[in-house]
């Protein structure tokens, strides 16, 4: 396996592994009062169009050609990041 495959193989892990925990947590935001769900509901709006955000430009990293590819893999980490800490905060809101 390549680096770069590697590299891809381990990104979509982690976006797995964030999203998997997501839906723990919004399990848990359900048993919430109704007025923090309400607001719960909204922040896991947000944190899925992240995640999809993220999927997606994986799925442009793996089209990727050469000559843009450490461009984009910076792009990439900054988008998991990003996301990565909003889940990370609304878990600690939750």
Known sequence: MSKRDDYIEK????L???NAKMSEL???AKEAKADARAKYADQMAKLRE???LAVTKL?????????S???MVAEM???RDAFVHSFNYFKSQV
């Open 77 to 79: 980490e900054k988008i």
């Open 16 to 18: 797995d592994e964030v």
């Open 59 to 67: 799925d442009e990293l793996k089209a990727a050609g050469e000559d």
């Open 11 to 14: 990104m979509k892990l982690q």
């Open 50 to 52: 992240q995640s999809q």
């Open 26 to 28: 919004e399990a848990k």
């Open 69 to 71: 590819w450490d461009a």
